[in-house]
């Protein structure tokens, strides 16, 4: 069965760092577009970051030059590397991934979500 299992969010005071990962497993044909979106209490999810196949990025404009998107292709992960972090960064993460795999034995191109990771910027 294909997953997305994300790991590394956590409490971290303004200003610190955290690093986001996101593992995709099963029987995996091909992996296009990653990405990274968030959803704070009361609002919408939104986009954070996204990396093409040829590792072309995109970032939202409120974490540009704090954020930096990474993707290991051997390894399935996608990461996602936050510095100089604020209260406003708070929110659940997502990971997301344009994947073809096959689920239930047939092959499908779909979007795949991760479970989220709690990320908190708090004092």
């Known amino acids: 069965q294909v997953q997305l299992v994300e790991s590394g969010g956590g409490l971290v005071q303004p200003g610190g760092s955290l690093r986001l990962s996101c593992a995709a497993s099963?029987?995996?044909?091909?992996?296009?577009?990653m990405g990274w979106y968030r959803q704070a209490p009361g609002k919408q999810r939104e986009l954070v970051a996204t990396i093409t196949g040829s590792s072309s990025t995109n970032y939202a404009d409120s974490v540009k030059g704090r954020f930096t998107i990474s993707r290991d292709n051997a390894k399935n992960t996608v990461y996602l590397q936050m510095n100089s972090l604020k209260p406003e960064d708070t929110a659940v993460y997502y990971c997301?991934?344009?994947?073809?795999?096959?689920?239930?034995?047939?092959?499908?191109?779909?979007?795949?979500w991760g479970q989220g990771t709690q990320v908190t910027v708090s004092s």
């Open positions: 099963g029987r995996i044909f091909g992996i296009y577009a």
């Open positions: 997301n991934v344009d994947m073809a795999a096959y689920d239930n034995k047939s092959l499908m191109r779909r979007d795949y």
